[in-house]
């Protein structure tokens, strides 16, 4: 049975600092991996998709790395902002029916 | 992006009547979509499956009688909490499969049950 794990559980750091989230998998046969925002009392924004053949991501001042066989993977946020509080989830789908395995998630507060 | 929405966004009820949420695919067909269930602080807990036309595939422990789901149109999926408790209480999530398995939400719905 897949197993997500995030850590650290939260983070607060200052406005401008570079930060890196981290997510881990026990089994790393996966298809994908996701990783979502969610902002309190709010649904899932997806932020970044790693194909399980693809080693990063990037999209802004985001940039998601994928390595399957250590079954690890980060989301680095370059100059965080007051905006990118929010609860990060990370999510792998180990089959091609698509059900997704969700971390904890990793609870972010940016100071300014 | 493909977008989903949930309706409604927030429900109060009392025990022992039933809730209807609706997802649905906006600008997309999606054969498959999902069900969560979250609870305060803690992460999505899958519930179930629902494919576009046959029966929805419930995870260990979920009961089907409880939380009916159809999936009578490529674009719309709906979650009916029957004769529903304050247990119940929770946010519930769908979520659509497009191309490659990538998973896009709706926003959520708050359900309270009194």
């Known amino acids: 049975k897949q197993e997500v794990t995030q850590i650290p559980a939260a983070l607060s750091v200052p406005e401008g600092e570079n930060l890196v989230l981290n997510c881990s998998f026990t089994?790393?046969?996966?298809?994908?991996l996701q990783w979502f925002r969610q902002d309190p009392g709010k649904g899932l924004t997806s932020l970044l998709l790693?194909?399980?053949?693809?080693r990063e991501q990037t999209s802004g001042r985001l940039n998601a790395s994928l390595d399957k066989s250590s079954g690890r993977s980060t989301l680095y946020i370059a100059a965080s902002q007051p905006g990118d509080s929010a609860t990060y989830l990370c999510?792998?789908?180990?089959?091609?029916?698509?059900?997704?395995?969700f971390g904890d998630g990793t609870t972010l507060t940016v100071k300014p | 992006g493909a977008v989903v929405s949930q309706h409604p966004s927030w429900v109060i009820c009392k025990s022992g009547t039933s809730v209807k949420i609706e997802c649905r695919s906006l600008?997309?067909?999606?054969?498959?979509m999902f069900w969560y269930r979250q609870f305060p602080k803690q992460s999505l807990m899958l519930m179930a499956t629902?494919?576009?036309?046959?029966?929805?595939?419930?995870e260990q422990g979920v009961e089907k009688d409880k939380f009916l789901i159809n999936h009578a149109s490529l674009t719309l999926s709906t979650l009916t909490v029957t004769s529903a408790h304050p247990e119940d209480s929770s946010f519930y999530i769908c979520?659509?499969?497009?191309?490659?398995?990538?998973?896009?939400f709706g926003p959520g719905t708050r359900l309270t049950v009194t």
């Open positions: 790693i194909q399980s053949s693809q």
């Open positions: 999510a792998v789908v180990n089959t091609n029916a698509g059900k997704s395995t």
């Open positions: 089994d790393s046969a996966i298809y994908n």
């Open positions: 629902s494919n576009e036309g046959s029966k929805a595939t419930y």
């Open positions: 600008d997309f067909q999606a054969t498959t």
């Open positions: 979520s659509a499969l497009i191309a490659f398995h990538e998973q896009y």
